[in-house]
């Protein structure tokens, strides 16, 4: 449905909805898009979860609007909806080494020396998604950016 894989959920006695775009990643404001329209969803109550090569591995940022930072999924949400200002939580994968190119590092696996912390980052970036939805942006800004 939506182009993608839709999930419901309760946290904190509220009825979430989880999307993964099956779109390529570039295109996934489609699945949003139609998602949002269908629900009637408001931006402030969407939450984009991407990656983010500009963060070291492990990092947590949430923020309330802005640019996609060339996060190109990020950036198609962004022009479908026609707005910068929706929530979204970015997490690290550090950047590429040197001769790797983007697409295949983004891709990739994680080499053995960074799977612990590959994998505790997936744990932190679930329990701040579901922070965001019980205490709010603000909080989880103040919580996770910082660490």
């Given at each position: 449905k939506f182009q993608g894989e839709l999930y419901e959920a309760n946290i904190a006695s509220q009825r979430v909805l989880l999307l993964l775009p099956l779109t390529y990643m570039n295109g996934s404001g489609a699945s949003?898009?139609?998602?949002?329209?269908?629900?009637?969803?408001?931006?402030?109550?969407?939450?984009?979860?991407c990656d983010d090569l500009a963060l070291p591995l492990g990092k947590l940022r949430f923020r309330a609007k802005g640019s996609s930072g060339g996060q190109k999924g990020l950036d198609d949400v962004i022009r479908r909806l026609g707005s910068d200002e929706i929530p979204r939580l970015r997490i690290g994968i550090g950047a590429p080494p040197a001769g790797r190119d983007v697409p295949g590092y983004v891709l990739g696996r994680f080499p053995p020396d960074e799977q612990a912390a590959a994998e505790?980052?997936?744990?932190?970036?679930?329990?701040s998604a579901e922070a965001w939805v019980e205490k709010g942006l603000s909080y989880c800004m103040n919580q996770y950016n910082a660490a």
């Open positions: 949003v898009l139609a998602a949002r329209d269908f629900y009637k969803i408001e931006h402030s109550d969407i939450l984009v979860i505790e980052s997936i744990q932190r970036a679930a329990a």
